[in-house]
């Protein structure tokens, strides 16, 4: 149990285009869903936390603008990067919490973004 | 914010040897998780223990909630238990579930 996809695993686009990534809880409800970003060699720094019909709540330093982030089911969240540049290429991993177990965070296979 | 530091930072053993990670954190947390990351990003859910003691296999993990660290053994090494290992907490802010704050990870090879 606790399983959680990501789609697409792996996106290349070019400079100045839109790239949307889906986050789905497979066999459980998420009111509560994550987006974290990870650099090459480097650890998982939070991005925003996504509540189910509400508006995400971003870290400091995180454009929301750039970074929109839906959150329109208890078992779909999506990210979308808009406007891609190349210093946006990075892994980028999604969890969800089942809120049947405690504050336990189940994550995704993460995306691998590269912006040419 | 709370700080997570985790030592070693890299680690390398011999197939069969006996490993022990560290997990130091700053503040008191409602959530402590213990990650491998695999060669391909995937992080796999090795414990949530934000107290206690768990045992799973050949890993076991141990959290002393009120001196603010937690232990994560390694007995009989594999060259498959290679790889990286994140500790990661959550605090409770009060306004619902906060996200994870990892540490840097330990990075640990199993040579044959």
């Known amino acids: 149990g606790a399983v959680v996809s990501q789609h697409p695993s792996r996106v290349i686009c070019k400079s100045g285009t839109s790239v949307k990534i889906e986050c789905r809880s497979l066999?459980?409800?998420?009111?509560?869903m994550f987006w974290y970003r990870q650099f090459p060699k480097k650890s998982l720094m939070l991005m925003a936390t996504?509540?189910?019909?509400?508006?995400?709540?971003?870290e400091q330093g995180v454009e929301k603008d750039k970074f929109l982030i839906n959150h329109a089911s208890l078992t779909l969240s999506t990210l979308t990067v808009t406007s891609a540049h190349p210093e946006d290429s990075s892994f980028y991993i999604c969890?969800?919490?089942?809120?049947?177990?405690?504050?336990?965070?189940?994550f995704g296979p993460g995306t691998r973004l590269t912006v040419l | 914010g709370i700080q997570v530091e985790q030592s070693p930072p890299d680690l390398i053993l011999q197939e069969g040897a006996n490993s022990t990670l560290r997990c130091n954190f700053s503040d008191s947390v409602n959530n402590l998780q213990w990650f491998h990351q695999n060669p391909w990003g995937q992080l796999i859910n090795l414990f949530y223990?934000?107290?206690g003691t768990k045992q799973n296999g050949r890993l076991s993990a141990t959290t002393v909630a009120t001196e603010r660290y937690s232990l994560l053994y390694i007995s009989s090494s594999q060259t498959t238990d290679s790889g990286v290992y994140f500790c990661a907490v959550g605090e409770y802010s009060g306004g619902g579930a906060d996200g994870l704050t990892f540490g840097k990870g330990t990075h640990l090879i199993i040579q044959p």
């Open positions: 996504s509540n189910e019909g509400s508006k995400a709540t971003y």
């Open positions: 223990i934000p107290s």
């Open positions: 969890s969800a919490r089942d809120s049947g177990r405690g504050y336990e965070q189940f």
């Open positions: 066999d459980f409800q998420a009111t509560t």
